[in-house]
């Protein structure tokens, strides 16, 4: 009677092993929790267009999430909330930016600010 408990015991792990092998083999996930937010701020970020002849800022609405864990736990949100520039050209007016730390996030921001001409100030 031992021995029949046991094969009992094994034929559901066995079964419960197929389970789970038919769900990994159609791509879903089994165990991943959704990262929760530990930290979120929301600042204006402000940027000048670098030419001295120019006064054209941007003023942007930056959030801030701080995620527990992830490849990327750190993400901002950009959305423009000004005038547009005179003379400068416009970059988008959402963006998202993600980055595994802090100071990445900073020079990935200061690199798209760049690449449009404009410098945080």
Known sequence: SALLILGEQALKSVAS?????????????????KASIIYEETRILTAKFNHPKSDDYLDYTSIIKIKEFGKNPIEMTLNFCG??????????????????????????????FRKYGYILI
Do not use: E, Q
């Open 17 to 33: 092993l197929r389970f789970v092998c038919r769900f990994v083999a159609f791509g879903f996930r089994i165990n991943m929790k």
């Open 83 to 112: 005038i547009p520039p005179f003379g400068g050209p416009m970059p988008p007016k959402d963006h998202t930016i993600k980055a595994p730390a802090i100071l990445d996030l900073y020079s990935k921001v200061a690199r798209w």
